[in-house]
């Protein structure tokens, strides 16, 4: 018999913002344990919210035994890696004041909107041990600042969004950044007459994640069914699973199941080609795949397939480099949806004109269309950081796609 341990909690500090005006501050402390033991091709999972006894947590995960789940025992063995990665850009002691200085200076600077939403700082730590002498342990921190914002005229619950998980703390960039939205809120523009490109974000990947698990692939219902080792989009499209120290937001190098992958850094498409499927070890057994390192499941679930740190690489640094003359940025969609031949339909709330790292205006509400295929085949641009910003670390994807007004 073998056992695994992970241990995760995240200790958060939530400031709620409601009407320009703090009116609360709640701590949270989430403490997850799950033990599995593996014995004769089975597991046995047992999981506990909070403090536990861990000697009782075992004994009811190798009583769980007796389900009779399937699962190979392939443990990580004699492996040993610590990472802490806290930049305490935001203290708890400390983020109700700047908090209120924030919410301060918005409603000073934009008297015509109505601010709400939350700030919040959160630390979290995970764990993994197994009986194979195998020991990770990861800890960071971030701040999540997620305001929506309406117009004191507007009979909208809210207009727009603004926000971003971050490393780091810039109340003079936030006020700026919100500035870069609202200044030209109600600059009402035609849309261009010239076919421009479209900057949508990385959004769009969480359509296709479903479609690149093993068992969808296998099974044949992926829209990319036969492609596996083929060309699929355009050379210079790479999408990876990004677990290093500079690119993740409390995402450990490890996951669930104690698996890493070398570098950190796993490709699904590289090349335009399409590498590899998501994996975690039930399925990298059985079907014979590497292991993406991504398995994900709650604190007393089976893993399955995840994708945490997905991310499109940037093939340049600058959007000035993709963007010759004006671009349409779109800023609000609301559901979206892509159908299992790859076409997506995207309802557009909210879009500016873009034009050399500036917004100049929005636009009327319209929809976009296409399919994944194109968009990220022969009508694909680039990919890069959106410089309209300075503290929202956006990453924007530039492609043509089809403009339904």
């Known amino acids: 018999m073998n056992s695994e341990k992970l241990i995760q909690n995240t200790i958060s500090y939530t400031v709620n913002i409601t009407n320009n005006a703090v009116d609360s501050l709640r701590k949270a402390d989430d403490l997850k344990t799950v033990i599995r033991v593996y014995e004769g091709e089975c597991v046995g999972i047992a999981g506990a919210i909070g403090l536990c006894d861990e000697q009782s947590l075992l004994e009811q995960a190798k009583d769980n035994l007796n389900q009779g789940i399937p699962y190979p025992c392939n443990l990580t063995s004699g492996a040993s890696r610590e990472e802490t990665v806290v930049n305490n850009a935001l203290p708890s002691w400390e983020i109700l004041q700047k ?44 701040v999540l600042v997620s305001l929506s914002i309406k117009g004191k005229n507007s009979a909208n619950i809210f207009d727009l969004g603004y926000g971003d998980l971050q490393t780091r703390y810039s109340e003079d960039e936030i006020v700026g950044d919100v ?170 709330m909210l879009a500016y004109v873009y034009e050399n790292g500036l917004l100049l205006g929005t636009l009327p509400e319209f929809s976009l269309s296409g399919n994944i295929f194109d968009v990220l085949g022969k009508d694909f641009i680039g990919v890069a950081k959106n410089d309209a910003f300075s503290f929202m670390d956006e990453t924007l994807i530039v492609a043509r796609m089809k403009i339904n007004k």
């Open 179 to 348: 500035g870069v939205l609202l200044n030209v809120y109600d600059l009402k523009l035609p849309f261009p007459e010239e076919e421009v490109p479209v900057l949508i974000g990385e959004d769009c990947l969480t359509y296709m994640m479903g479609h690149l698990t093993a068992e969808k692939y296998m099974s044949g219902a992926s829209m990319f069914n036969g492609k596996l080792g083929q060309k699929i989009f355009d050379e210079r499209v790479k999408i990876v699973l990004d677990r290093k120290t500079d690119n993740r937001r409390n995402i450990p190098f490890f996951d669930c199941e104690g698996s890493v992958a070398e570098g950190d850094e796993f490709a699904l498409v590289e090349g335009g080609e399409l590498k590899n499927l998501l994996t975690y070890k039930r399925s990298a057994a059985k079907y014979g795949l590497p292991l993406s390192a991504s398995a994900s499941a709650n604190y007393d679930g089976v893993p399955a397939a995840g994708f945490d740190g997905a991310k499109m690489c940037p093939t340049c640094d600058s959007l000035k480099e993709l963007v010759n003359g004006r671009a349409i940025y779109v800023a609000v969609t609301s559901g979206g949806d892509m159908t299992p031949s790859g076409d997506l339909g995207l309802p557009v």
């Open 99 to 142: 908090s209120k200085s924030l919410v301060s200076r918005l409603a000073e600077s934009y008297p015509d909107y109505i601010f709400s939403g939350k700030i919040a700082t959160e630390e979290y730590s995970a764990e993994y041990t197994n009986d194979a002498d195998t020991r990770y342990f990861y800890k960071s921190d971030d």
